[in-house]
């Protein structure tokens, strides 16, 4: 089972759906003792950093997260999910992340409107989550802040200059756009997190596609 | 990169797509689900439903097509109409939007604009700005005023201090509909969009008027949006989303490949 951490912020629904699409048992937790049952961990996130990173914490299930990472079982973040990854955020100074990626989420460039509300093309380093997209890659962005640029990164899109799309560090993975809202693209991002998930527990790879 | 998106709006009034000439005489264009998906599988990149009724039999009805479009439609969309309260909001969030439009209560009660985008964050909130033309006297610059309730309540606002004040207000996308051109087919009121766009930083869509695809080009390049929506023109068939995509990226404007 896939647990999407469901601690009341936004819509988390579309992140379930799209695993259920790609064939995942996945299903919003909000129990904390129910999530640390899972084989795999989805972190999603809308809005501010701030008000995300408390209501992670107060709902227990940051620990669920933290440990997760510790026992070493497939995550992914999402969003202001995949901020939560690193250490804080210039958007709430006095919230802090999970600290799992080195480094701190900074404003957008200047120069271009906040938020980057739009469609936008991968440019992959490498990367073991984002394998099999098609080039150019195209992926559903919505945020006005987005990680720093550190080892970790694997992917940057260009929004007046490189911004960091995504980054991983085992089995830990992180988009800043939607996958699951990033159509077909995005569905077989989700497939490959989900094909993790089964190899890391041991089970048959899920069959059913995108 | 910037790249202007291409929306598909849906009017559903009680379950159906529907869709007027200046917000009146409508005729039924399909389901909304069947129309979403379409769309979708054309490269449409996002998608706007707006519930026109104002019964509350037919806001279940919407959660429901809001519900059953998330099931099978993996592409942003927002849904506005009769979004009165944050939990009316909240509603249709969870029942798997990805952002929600106000207009009429928003301009009843602005704070709503900043509760919904504390609760949700900006990026959720879409102010629909509904804009006809003010005749001033001969030599005037240009003015607009905010129209509310389906376009038949004229509030004295002037719709570009309105814009303003919705994106200091919290709004993380502007609709900005021109009633004089809606359904009219003779394009978008470029002067409208490009000085909304001038004075606000959020995103802006530009709707109302297309009947050809050089209209979505005019929107994208002289009316400055990031995003052009269209209704007719798609759901008669007589253009394509591909079509109307292929058509920007030959006159230069940055699209999604659909």
Known sequence: MIAVLDYGIGNLRSAEKALQKVGADARLVDD???????????????????????????????????????????????????????????????ASGLGIFPGVVRRLPVGVKHPQMQWNVLDITQSNLLVGVPDPAWVYFVHSFAPEQTSDTTATCDYGGPVVASAERGPVWGTQFHPEKSGTVGLGILSNFVAAVDAASGRTPSSVGA | ????????????????????????????AGDPVELAARYDAQGADELVFLDITA???????????????????????????????????????????????????????????????????????????DARRRLGPE??????????????????LDALVWAERCAALGAGELLVTSMDRDGTRDGFDLELTRQIAGRCQVPLVASGGVGELDHLVEGALEGAADAVLAASIFHLGEFTIAEAKAHLAAAGVAVRPA
């Open chain 2, 55 to 129: 019964s509350s039999d037919n806001r279940r009805t919407m959660v429901d097509v809001v519900a059953r479009t998330a099931e099978q439609v993996f592409i942003p969309f927002t849904v506005g109409g009769g979004v009165r309260a944050v939990d009316d909001g909240r509603r249709l969030l969870r029942a798997g939007a990805d952002k929600v439009g106000v207009n009429t209560a928003a301009v009843d009660r602005p704070g709503l604009i900043a509760d919904l985008a504390d609760e949700f964050g900006s990026q959720c909130v879409v102010v629909a700005v």
């Open chain 2, 1 to 28: 990169m910037r790249t202007v998106r291409v929306i598909p709006c849906l009017d559903v009034d009680d379950g159906r797509v529907v869709k007027g000439v200046r917000f009146t005489d409508l005729f039924d």
């Open chain 1, 32 to 94: 904390p003792a129910l999530a640390a049952g899972a084989d795999g961990i989805v972190l999603p996130g809308v809005g501010s950093f701030g008000p995300c990173a408390r209501a992670l914490e107060s709902s227990g299930l940051a620990e669920v997260a933290r440990d997760a990472v510790a026992r070493g079982l497939p995550f992914l973040g999402i969003c202001v999910g995949f901020q939560l990854l690193y250490e804080g955020s210039e958007e709430d100074p006095s």
């Open chain 2, 139 to 156: 030599g005037s610059p240009p003015a607009w005023e905010v129209f509310t309730h389906g376009g038949r309540t004229a509030t004295g």
